[in-house]
């Protein structure tokens, strides 16, 4: 494109896209793929959702943006349901426009209520594409390498008598700010009992629980956010992609204690288009659709049949390392020794197959992040593709 600036680092693989329909996305020249990505992990419910689309259209006529001053039903109304999908019934939102604002926001918050110069997170966690959460500057954070506790004969029984966790300074940290295992694409999903552990130090200390459920919320782990497989209980909670369904729509949610602190001080936050009513009516939508179809419980069941059909491709090729994920989250890292050249090959060769698939060069990695109303035969027939062509390419 002559025009647009591609700043992304991602390789461009086709002609224009042209249409979306569901998980299939066709091209100028008419020839259909399916999506595993789901965009950029962003349409939960496929592309062009009739819906969402009449969603849009109705509250179009109505009004999209109205101001910083002026209320309007329908973004209470998305709150509610937001706030219910959280268990979170005397809680807030705010209503943004990107990830990477809601989680920087959900920080900001943080920051504001603590004293203290640091903050905790894991050191593979992608956070925000600006701001203090994208720099991550060991003035402002403190970055923890839980990859030690893959091996840990005692991760299940994780405590303060660690020696990594001894080693945290827990006294200036103003809080935990926990992605629960997206990693910026690469699936790594940390121990259960270590994150209820960071959880039980920094509320001892009294310090606030941030989660970034921008890309593992909405159903997309097989619960509808995922710290709740952790059995934690955040203070702020960052909502982005899924809740959109391809919308620029986020959200930052925050009980009802964290609200009446800000409340006490001076911390102020506008932007331009906060609280729109266009975007509150797409995810008071997503949201409607996500528990009519079903989804969050669909996304579970259809994971893990998925899972098990890649880890046959574990045993029957050499050339993998493992398959890992949760719900439709999934992952196949191939191992080091697979020459990156033979990946990106494999990975173009589905591609001219018709399926869009995820391709970690760095990490030798292939991800799965479809929509959650996916069709399970299109499931079936990437994996005899993938298979087909491991076969043919070993």
Partial sequence: MRHVLECTGYEVLTRQ????????IYDINGKCYVDFEAGVWCTSLGHNQYDVNQAIITQLGKISHVGYRYPNNIV????????????M?????????SGSEAVELGVQMARELSPKPLLL??????????GSSGKKLSEEWYLFDWSPCKTCTKVNKCDINCELIKNIPFEILGGFVFEPGNSSGLIKLPPK???KTLEKLIKQNNGIIVVDEVTTGVGRTGKWYGYMHYNITPDIIAIGKGIGNGYPVSIVAIKQNIDEALGKTDFHYAQSHQNDALGC?????????????????????????????LEKLVSKYGIIKEVRGRGLMLGIEFKESIDQDWLKELNQKLFIRGYMIGYKKAANLFRFYPALNIKKKDIEMMLENLDEAILKML
């Fill in 17 to 24: 896209i042209v249409r979306g329909e569901g998980s299939y």
């Fill in 76 to 87: 209470e109304e998305t709150a509610q349901k937001v706030l219910e999908t959280l268990d």
């Fill in 89 to 97: 019934l005397d809680g807030k939102c705010v209503f943004l426009n």
């Fill in 121 to 130: 997170t894991f050191s593979d966690t992608y956070l925000s594409a600006y």
């Fill in 193 to 195: 009992q270590l994150v």
């Fill in 281 to 309: 009516a797409v995810v008071k939508e997503v949201i409607k659709v996500i528990g009519q179809e079903n989804l969050v419980i669909r996304s579970k069941e259809l994971g893990k049949w998925f899972l098990k059909e």
